[in-house]
C-alpha cells in the first residue's frame, strides 16, 4: 500500500512540475532559429560584468592620475613651497606611482 501511494505522489509530482509549475517560455523557443542565433554567454553573464567593472574601475584610475598630475603640476608651479605641500606632492607622487602600478598590471 505505501510503495503505491510513493509511486502514485511521484507521478502526481512529475504531472504538476511539467504543468501548474513550468515556467513561460520566451518568445526565441516560439522561433527555433532564433535559439541558434542567441549566444552562449547570454546563460553567464558573470565574466561579463567582472570586464566591464575592470573597464570602469581602470577609467576611474585614469582620471584620478590626471588630476592628481595636474595638481601636482599646479603647486610645482608656485613660487614657494610650503612644508604641507612638500608632503602633500610625496603622498600625491606615491599615489601616481601606486597607480600606475595598478593599471599596468
Not at 509549475?21 to 547570454?42: C, E, G, I, L, T
Not at 603647486?75 to 600606475?100: F, N, P, V, Y
Request: cysteine-free; glycine content about 4%; overall charge neutral.
Amino acid at each position: 500500500m505505501i510503495f503505491y501511494m510513493m509511486v502514485g505522489l511521484l507521478l502526481f509530482s512529475g504531472v504538476i512540475s511539467f504543468t501548474v509549475f513550468r515556467h513561460p517560455v520566451k518568445s526565441s523557443a516560439a522561433h527555433p532559429a532564433m535559439q541558434d542565433q542567441q549566444p552562449n554567454n547570454v546563460k553567464s553573464p558573470h565574466p561579463l560584468d567582472a570586464g566591464f567593472a575592470r573597464i570602469l574601475e581602470t577609467g576611474s584610475d585614469l582620471k584620478r592620475t590626471l588630476d592628481l598630475k595636474e595638481r601636482v603640476e599646479t603647486t610645482l608651479a608656485k613660487g614657494r613651497l610650503t612644508h604641507a605641500d612638500s608632503i602633500w606632492l610625496e603622498h600625491a607622487l606615491d599615489s601616481l606611482q601606486h597607480l600606475q602600478h595598478k593599471i599596468q598590471h
